[in-house]
């Protein structure tokens, strides 16, 4: 019998959690699944998915613009809870923080099992004073929960601990096999949108410091805007350093591959994250790469100091600064690392990824029918 598989998140705008439910979607439904996607909107730039995949709107309607907030938060769960009672999938599995909450209070009644997903470092994120209230209520109502990271399950109660899995996020294929660089650029690279949490305004100033050094190096940044004022704020840092011919914001890419592959160094200078897709591409590609060692843990939790690559305390902008220098003035190391770095597409493949998700889902499927 066919299993049918439903999503839940707001969009499929371009970002990480995006980008991992829209491959899981297409796998699933190459895999025979029926699968639905419910979402709240839709995105300007958005991730495209497999024409098997079905997507539903669950959002808020035109008639529901001008209703108070506690209303339309209350439609949101009404209509995806209408969407569960319709379809009936085997499983509903939400992605990030608004969508687990709206997710739990959809499904009571409806006998769909629901797999939460923890997409972002929880501190900062699940401890505002509504959340104190909304976890304890509904996470023990969950069927699962999948986190990226140790760092991310140590912060959350037992109960949801022991009811969890840790996985990595899937590597896009492009990523994976590419052939080492004869001979590496003189170019320090970073891919990632321009938004506070990544800290960039550090990364310029390390590396104008680094230029002094190694006047031949220039810095290339790969990411479009967020809108919420880091462009110029790195366009005023390279405005009053005279940077502009040697730092470049080279805007958003769709072929990371061949435009990273031969720096010699990856800068990730986050103060946060989840698991960065952006790292674990870097990873694939083998570069060198100084990161970070930001909370929840993901660059830990994918990387080893001195082995795979060079973690560095967050918001240490000397730190940062050494590391760069480091494997720009040692070749040999950098590319030791990079090898190593390599190795994280044999655990972080989409088959591999693709399976631990496809085995949980079937257990939790499974678990729910000898309950009954």
């Not at 939790?301 to 600064?321: C, P, R, S, Y």
Request: net charge neutral; charged share 30%; aromatic share 8%.
């Amino acid at each position: 019998m066919m299993r049918k598989i439903a999503f839940h998140l707001n969009c499929l705008e371009q970002g990480g959690a995006e980008r991992v439910v829209s491959n899981l979607a297409d796998q699933f439904a190459r895999e025979g699944y029926e699968v639905l996607l419910a979402t709240e909107w839709y995105g300007e730039n958005e991730f495209r998915v497999d024409e098997k995949v079905r997507r539903i709107h669950v959002g808020l309607r035109e008639k529901d613009q001008k209703k108070s907030r506690i209303t339309q938060f209350l439609l949101r769960v009404k209509y995806l809870r209408e969407f569960l009672k319709k379809e009936q999938p085997d499983i509903l599995i939400a992605f990030a923080q608004r969508a687990n909450y709206r997710a739990l209070m959809a499904a009571p009644g409806t006998k769909v099992p629901v797999l939460i997903s923890i997409r972002t470092d929880p501190a900062g994120h699940y401890d505002a004073f509504t959340d104190k209230i909304q976890i304890p209520l509904l996470f023990p109502k969950a069927a699962g929960c999948v986190f990226q990271t140790e760092g991310q399950r140590e912060f959350f109660a037992p109960y949801l601990q022991k009811n969890s899995r840790i996985i990595l996020n899937p590597i896009h294929d492009k990523y994976i096999g590419n052939p080492e660089p004869e001979k590496r650029k003189k170019e320090v690279v970073q891919s990632g949108r321009l938004v506070d949490f990544k800290n960039q305004p550090m990364l310029l100033r390390a590396f104008i410091k680094v230029h002094e050094k190694h006047p031949d190096y220039i810095l290339k940044i790969y990411g479009g805007d967020s809108f919420d004022g880091t462009k110029e704020i790195l366009e005023a840092i390279i405005k009053e350093n005279d940077a502009a011919e040697y730092i470049q914001l080279m805007g958003a890419s769709d072929s990371l591959e061949k435009d990273l592959t031969d720096a010699a160094v990856y800068a990730f200078s986050s103060d946060w994250e989840g698991l960065p897709n952006a790292l674990l591409e870097a990873m694939a590609l083998g570069l060198p790469i100084v990161a970070t060692d930001c909370p929840c843990g993901g660059p830990r939790t994918v990387m080893e100091d001195g082995v795979n690559g060079l973690l560095v305390q967050i918001k240490n902008q000397e730190a940062f600064e050494d590391g760069m220098n480091k494997l720009i003035e040692d070749p040999k190391l950098g590319e030791r690392l990079g090898r190593n770095a390599r190795k994280i597409s044999e655990i972080a493949n989409s088959a591999a990824i693709f399976e631990q998700w496809r085995d949980y889902i079937e257990e939790i499927i499974l678990g729910k029918k000898e309950r009954r």
